[in-house]
């Protein structure tokens, strides 16, 4: 099963021992009314971590996700096993704004934060 989700707006951020790539969907105010963020983390005595945050639900580990692609602007996330809460879903497909701003985002990040799991697709 699989759940799209598309946004308006792509950021990439590095914080201490994380890695981010966040992605809203905003209103005409600003205002952020849907979002998903993905994180890595890698502490000192452990392998990293990936997490992903939907609206404030969050789930990871460090088998989290089995493949990344991405191709202009869509990135598939393949997960290792269903992800029970999001209703056991497989596979997150993300879709962003095509714009200057969004390409910069994920040209910094995509490859930091998503590791050896990104193949093939366009950059």
Do not use: C, K
Request: net charge negative; charged share 25%.
């Amino acid at each position: 099963m699989s759940d799209s989700r598309n946004y308006d707006t792509v950021a990439f951020d590095v914080r201490d021992n994380a890695t981010m790539l966040f992605f809203a969907r905003t209103t005409e105010d600003g205002d952020i009314n849907d979002y998903l963020l993905l994180m890595r983390t890698v502490e000192d005595d452990f392998d990293s971590s990936t997490y992903i945050e939907i609206n404030e639900q969050q789930f990871g580990g460090h088998n989290l996700i089995r493949e990344a692609g991405l191709i202009g602007n869509t990135l598939t996330l393949r997960l290792h096993e269903p992800a029970a809460e999001l209703g056991g879903i497989s596979e997150i497909v993300l879709t962003w704004a095509d714009t200057p701003e969004n390409g910069a985002s994920m040209e910094a990040g995509a490859f930091r934060v998503l590791g050896d799991t990104l193949t093939g697709g366009n950059a």
